[in-house]
């Protein structure tokens, strides 16, 4: 797959606060770890399938692991990760059980709506619920999009 960027100022935020206070103060690994953690907890809670996943962070990359039972599962944890702030890269280097082709990405902009996505890359904005439907459970609601956010793009 790659190493994917994101911006780092978007996305939710999961880790930072109290936490990142108390960890500089200690150690930058310390940080690193909680954020990684956080990141997996993360994952987690998304039921993707995934098993045997590992997240590292460090100074803004992330790089994870594991194995996911399809491409589509696997381009969702790599927005699981990357969809945070925080996370400039990520860098997935999970297997696939059920490899499928690839989806493409779309950095949503100000002013985007599914509609609008649907329209520039499948040429019919009515398509938007192909674009929602490949990114839950990270959306939920197809209204719910913000600058910044980088979505997937599956094939028709």
Do not use: H, W
Not at 27 to 39: F, H, S, T
Not at 79 to 108: F, I, R
Not at 143 to 154: D, S, T
């Amino acid at each position: 797959m790659g190493l994917f960027s994101f911006i780092k100022e978007a996305g939710e935020k999961l880790f930072g606060g109290k936490e990142a206070a108390a960890a500089t103060a200690s150690a930058p690994q310390d940080l690193n770890a909680a954020a990684g953690a956080a990141i997996e907890k993360y994952i987690g809670t998304q039921n993707l399938g995934v098993s045997d996943v590992k997240v590292a962070f460090d100074a803004g990359k992330v790089t994870v692991t594991g194995v996911a039972p399809t491409q589509a599962a696997k381009e969702k944890v790599t927005l699981c990760c990357g969809n945070v702030s925080s996370v400039s890269d990520v860098d997935n280097q999970m297997s696939v059980t059920n490899p499928e082709p690839e989806a493409k990405y779309y950095d949503v902009v100000s002013g985007d709506t599914l509609s609008g996505i649907s329209k520039k890359m499948y040429g019919d904005a009515n398509k938007y619920m192909t674009i929602f439907e490949a990114n839950k459970p990270m959306l939920s609601d197809p209204n719910k999009i913000y600058p910044g956010q980088k979505l997937r793009i599956p094939a028709l």
